[in-house]
């Protein structure tokens, strides 16, 4: 057989080949924008954590109107006041399972520190990560006592 021949039936043997290569590398992209999309959604998710998170413990701060002296706040009322902010503000329809999961008063009682957990939605890759992904956001509002 010729040198020709062989290179022809060589190419024919290896014919479909590349198709097999460009399938898998278009997944592993796809993949990974997937992955990048995912991400960007537990990103922009903590970011609106966050932001309720500051809100809620402003509102916690600004609930604190103590008598002259040193401001007394109680963890329950911190949790009080965020829960009450959360509802008002209609947050529970913007986060997926949103609660106060912690809530204290410095030593000193002028700084309120709330916790929120909630979970973010992964609709691109439900079959191959969890569905939800677990966000947590803290925040600290100092209490002004006006004189």
């Given at each position: 057989?010729?040198?020709?021949?062989?290179?022809?039936?060589?190419?024919?043997?290896?014919?479909?080949?590349?198709?097999?290569?460009?399938?898998?590398?278009?997944?592993?992209?796809?993949?990974?924008?997937?992955?990048?999309?995912?991400?960007?959604?537990?990103?922009?998710?903590?970011?609106?954590?966050?932001?309720?998170?500051?809100?809620?413990?402003?509102?916690?701060?600004?609930?604190?109107?103590?008598?002259?002296?040193?401001?007394?706040?109680?963890?329950?009322?911190?949790?009080?006041?965020?829960q009450d902010y959360l509802s008002e503000a209609?947050?529970?329809?913007?986060?997926?399972?949103l609660a106060v999961t912690g809530a204290s008063?410095?030593?000193?009682?002028?700084?309120?520190?709330?916790?929120?957990?909630?979970?973010?939605?992964?609709?691109?890759?439900?079959?191959?990560?969890?569905?939800?992904?677990?966000?947590?956001?803290?925040?600290?509002?100092?209490?002004?006592?006006?004189?």
């Amino acid at each position: 057989m010729s040198r020709r021949g062989r290179t022809q039936q060589a190419l024919a043997e290896e014919s479909g080949q590349t198709t097999v290569l460009i399938l898998g590398l278009v997944s592993i992209v796809l993949m990974l924008a997937a992955v990048i999309i995912s991400a960007s959604i537990v990103n922009v998710e903590s970011r609106k954590l966050l932001s309720e998170a500051d809100a809620a413990a402003s509102s916690a701060a600004l609930a604190a109107q103590p008598a002259p002296g040193t401001p007394q706040l109680t963890e329950q009322q911190i949790v009080a006041a965020a829960q009450d902010y959360l509802s008002e503000a209609e947050a529970h329809h913007r986060h997926h399972d949103l609660a106060v999961t912690g809530a204290s008063i410095s030593g000193g009682g002028d700084t309120i520190t709330v916790e929120l957990r909630a979970e973010a939605e992964l609709p691109v890759l439900r079959w191959v990560l969890p569905a939800t992904v677990e966000v947590t956001a803290e925040s600290h509002a100092r209490i002004t006592v006006n004189r």
